[in-house]
């Protein structure tokens, strides 16, 4: 009987997107989204749930990281491993992650594009000092080719906050300040007098039509009897996300299957290619 060409799909979720709460639009009547859910136990049994409704169709789960995550997908290849061994063998697969940090740049390039002049402030919920960091590194390669003077970063819970970041802007001599969200919720969680709230980093039409195209790639693959749980659970070690190096490391490849591409720059996003380094 011929593989479907569609399969069910299990956004797994992150720092980056409030434990998949800010992922809630995309489960909806009709959709071929079950559920979103945090790796560990919640993921698990939204896992189980999609493969019981699924009869014995596929389920694909979808690590849904912007680059900054590399935890969520080896945490989210895990919670799949025994599921993949069990009764769900040759059903079950974990795609390719969202985005890597190449996509970010881009698509915070094209969000700070709608922004009028002035300052942009690029704000993401408090992770860990890696991930933080790394966000630092994005937006200092945003501002490198993009058209605005100032571009800033700021965390939800951290430091700076959104208010500290906001004022750095103004003393630094911006009138005008955009918050661009490096994540799938708000830019702003709360108002800030003076500061321009720039919507959604992505609409959610973009989303769903990323975790599609992930999603019809895991089918492919699957479909020749590979899974992609082996690859994500090397994720933290580097494969299949960008991330720092020591002094005298070079960038190196993700191992079979990883091609190199430019990064998108628009803001509908829209499909994109498999993932690579990067710049650093």
């Known amino acids: 009987m011929p593989r479907p060409r569609t399969a069910t799909a299990v956004l797994a979720g992150g720092h980056e997107s409030d434990g998949g709460r800010d992922l809630a639009a995309l489960v909806a009547p009709g959709s071929t989204v ?9 993921l698990t049994e939204a896992v189980r749930s999609a493969l019981a409704a699924a009869g014995d169709g596929p389920v694909c789960v979808v ?3 912007l680059g900054r995550d590399p935890r969520l997908v080896a945490d989210t290849a895990r919670a799949l491993r025994w599921l993949a061994a069990g009764e769900a063998r040759g059903r079950l697969a974990l795609t390719a992650p969202f985005g890597a940090a ?5 698509w915070l390039r094209a969000a700070a594009g709608t922004a009028p002049d002035g300052a942009v402030l690029v704000t993401a919920p408090a992770a860990g000092p890696f991930e ?11 501002r490198q080719y993009g058209r605005h003077r100032w571009v800033e970063v700021a965390f939800d819970g951290g430091d700076p906050d959104p208010a500290e970041g ?7 001599g911006a009138r005008e300040v955009t918050a661009v969200p490096a994540s799938f919720g708000p830019a702003l969680r709360t108002v800030l007098p003076g500061v321009r709230d720039g919507g959604p980093l992505l609409r959610p039409s973009a989303v769903a039509g990323v975790v599609a195209a992930r999603t019809a790639a895991a089918l492919h693959l699957l479909g020749h009897g590979e899974d992609g749980i082996r690859a994500g ?9 960008a991330h720092s190096h020591g002094p005298g490391d070079r960038p190196h490849s993700h191992g079979p299957g990883a091609e190199h591409h430019q990064h998108h720059g628009h803001r509908h996003a829209g499909p994109v290619p498999h993932l690579a380094h990067a710049p650093h």
């Open 233 to 241: 659970l090397d994720a933290e070690h580097g494969h299949g996300h």
């Open 102 to 106: 190449d996509h970010l740049i881009g």
């Open 166 to 172: 906001a004022e750095r802007c103004r003393l630094l």
């Open 34 to 42: 079950h559920a979103a859910a945090p790796a560990g136990r919640p």
């Open 63 to 65: 690590p849904m990281t």
């Open 132 to 142: 933080d960091a790394e966000l630092f590194r994005i937006a200092r390669l945003a």
